[in-house]
């Protein structure tokens, strides 16, 4: 491996590390939604929905990074700028200590976009270099693989602090993380741009050749119902810290434990993709044993069987979404490289947003009426239809014959 490639690895490594270690803040914020702004269930699914809104207009930030060079450079420029704005979010909120939530919201959001903007740039340079290498499976690998190995720190750590600091202190912490992949930027690896209007065109050109093709629609598709999860995310924090009883501090060791699962299943796929045809491989098993595995929360009922689960739900779940992250990369044009597969993500997180806002919902009438394990067995069962339901737009997106893409 040559010094430019290590260099070009080390880049994704800190950048993922960093976006991870910020985790140490979600449990802690989970707590403040229920116990510092006194929310339920159906408004706390409301308040990360407007929270997380970045993360479902992706698109509209990889324009930036994409279409407006700075001084000749489409990647670097943009990483620190919107690195320091992410730490100037967590330090405000700091100060402000939550207590309000009109000022707490607005400051989640100012947090949630640079966390993009940094993500978008980071994606932008995988899915560049990564076409041009061939190594799109590979960096992704690396990403979340580094991602999971930040929840061995952020899960016991996160219900630690949510257990024993003070807000200021944990946020405070968080605007640290960000700093890192400012520096980071000097291991980018940039492509010559041309001034902003050759470079626009070049980007515009490009989204109308994915925005043609009908197969990209098809992953895009596939991709939403196969992460539409609405037993997970706010239902399913209710359900184990009301319902269940379980501790913050058990509730963070999960986090732990799925990190450490979810870096072994990292490694399943940079082995397994690596074969021919392995992504695609990957893709189809993620739907009929993605679909049964969901069918597990019926078992989702006290810690032991709860940590079992979570093990084999995070070495799965990460092995799968790399699959289908893989697809997405390759669709994506040269010239349109963050915008195209932010796209894509976007659809995950769209898929996140609103299968969290209909859990949250479902779950707090559903336990209200029949109780809270019925309420988890039916968003489990939901789940499982939707895995099962993207099966003819995957083989479309894969070209299987007799399958035309719609």
């Known amino acids: 491996m040559t010094s430019r490639e290590r260099r070009l690895y080390w880049f994704f490594a800190v950048n993922y590390f960093a976006q991870g270690m910020a985790g140490l803040a ?30 479902t207009i992706k698109p509209v930030f990889g324009l930036l990074t994409d279409m407006l060079p700075w001084a000749g450079k489409r ?30 919201l607005a400051l989640l959001i100012l947090v949630n976009v640079g966390f993009v903007l940094s993500d978008i740039v980071c994606d932008g340079v995988m899915v560049e270099r990564g076409k ?45 993380f960000p ?17 902003i209007g050759e470079t626009a065109a070049q980007g515009w050109a490009a989204l109308k050749t994915v925005a043609r093709d009908r197969r990209a629609w098809a992953v895009a598709a596939a991709i939403f119902l196969w992460d539409f999860c609405p037993f997970l995310g706010t239902a399913q924090f ?36 690596a074969r021919p045809g392995g992504t695609q491989r990957l893709a189809r098993l993620s739907v009929w044993l993605g679909g049964l595995l969901s069918l597990l929360y019926l078992f989702y009922t006290g810690p032991a069987t709860i940590l079992i689960l979570t093990v084999i739900f995070s070495l799965s779940g990460v092995a799968f979404r790399l699959a289908w992250m893989d697809l997405a990369a390759r669709a994506c044009p040269a010239g349109a490289e963050a915008t195209a597969f932010a796209a894509f993500m976007a659809v995950f997180n769209i898929a996140a947003a609103a ?15 029949r109780g809270p394990y019925a309420a988890m067995a039916l968003l489990s069962l939901i789940g499982t239809a939707c895995t099962a339901a993207c099966w003819p737009l995957l083989r479309r997106a894969l070209g299987v014959p007799g399958s035309t893409p719609a």
């Open 26 to 55: 979600y449990e802690p914020v989970g707590y403040l939604l229920k116990d510092g702004l006194r929310l339920g269930p159906a408004k706390a699914a409301v308040f990360v929905a407007w929270m997380t809104l970045p993360l």
């Open 238 to 273: 209710y359900y184990q810290s009301e319902a269940l009883k379980l501790s913050p501090v058990f509730i963070g060791g999960l986090s732990t434990a799925g990190g450490v699962a979810g870096v072994a299943g990292a490694a399943l796929f940079a082995r397994l993709s």
């Open 355 to 369: 299968s969290n806002w209909v859990g949250g919902e479902l779950y707090e009438r559903l336990a209200a009426w």
């Open 132 to 176: 041009e290498r061939g190594k799109t499976g590979p960096y992704q690998a690396v990403q979340i693989g580094t991602l999971y190995a930040t929840l061995v720190l952020t899960g016991w750590g996160g219900g630690w602090l949510a257990a024993h600091a003070s807000y200021r202190a944990i946020f405070l912490l968080a605007a640290a």
């Open 179 to 195: 700093l890192m992949t400012a520096g980071s930027a000097f291991w980018i690896e940039e492509s010559g741009a041309g001034d």
């Open 75 to 104: 990647r670097a420029p943009h990483m620190v700028a919107v690195s320091l704005a992410t730490t100037a979010g967590w330090a405000l909120l700091a100060l402000s200590r939550g207590e309000r939530y009109g000022p707490t």
